[in-house]
Structures are given as C-alpha cells and as structure tokens.
C-alpha cells in the first residue's frame, strides 16, 4: 500500500523556521516528481514547491527564496525548509507524488498520491 506521511508542523512565531518531511512507503519513488501544497481555511489548495526525479525544483512566487525542497531517494523522503515564516505561510501543507514534469508539476489534480497533511501556524 502506498502511503505518504507528512511530518514537522506546527506552531511558529513569524520569521521563524520550520522544516517539514514527507516518508513515502510502498514503492519507490525516485522516478516520480515530488510536490508541496497547502490549503488554508477557505481557500483552494495551492501550490508550494515540487522537484522532479532529477532534482530540478520549482517554487511558487509567494515562497521563492524563502522555501527550499529537496528529497533524499534513499530515504524515499522529501523536505520542505520554510525560512522566514509569515502569518499568511498558515495552512495545511500537503506533499504528493506523480510521474510528472513541466506544467503539470503546479496542477494539483496531476497528482497520484497524496499524504494526509500537517498543519503550520505561523502567528504574528
């Protein structure tokens, strides 16, 4: 059974930091992209971040610079380092997978799998 499992939320002052990880189990991914979204009350789900089987990564504008992603194929885990919290970083943040690449990599509905989601509070 596929699963993704988020971990490493939680509550942080703004300009805080916090880093979240995702465990993948029932296959490997190291062919699949590998993406972050969030989804905060009363808003659609939206894009974060995703890197791709070969380590290229793509952000959203609102957390460029801020947010970096990373995974490590031999722990079939991703990473999501959040620097620089702000108030409006508040949501539940989602990792996914799929075998995807360009466009698609900011779709949610590209995605095969996804994990059950951890919360983050940024608080001002």
């Known amino acids: 059974q596929v699963q993704l499992v988020e971990s490493g939320g939680g509550l942080v002052q703004a300009g805080g930091s916090l880093r979240l990880s995702c465990a993948a189990s029932g296959r490997t991914f190291r062919s699949d992209a590998m993406g972050w979204f969030r989804q905060a009350p009363g808003k659609e789900r939206e894009f974060v971040a995703a890197i791709t089987w070969s380590h290229g990564t793509y952000y959203a504008d609102s957390v460029k610079g801020r947010f970096t992603i990373s995974r490590d194929n031999a722990k079939n885990t991703v990473y999501l380092q959040m620097n620089s919290l702000k108030p409006e970083d508040t949501a539940v943040y989602y990792c996914?997978?799929?075998?995807?690449?360009?466009?698609?990599?900011?779709?949610?509905?590209?995605?095969?799998?996804w994990g059950q989601g951890t919360q983050v509070t940024v608080s001002s």
């Open positions: 996914a997978a799929a075998q995807i690449w360009g466009p698609a990599l900011a779709k949610p509905d590209k995605y095969d799998y």
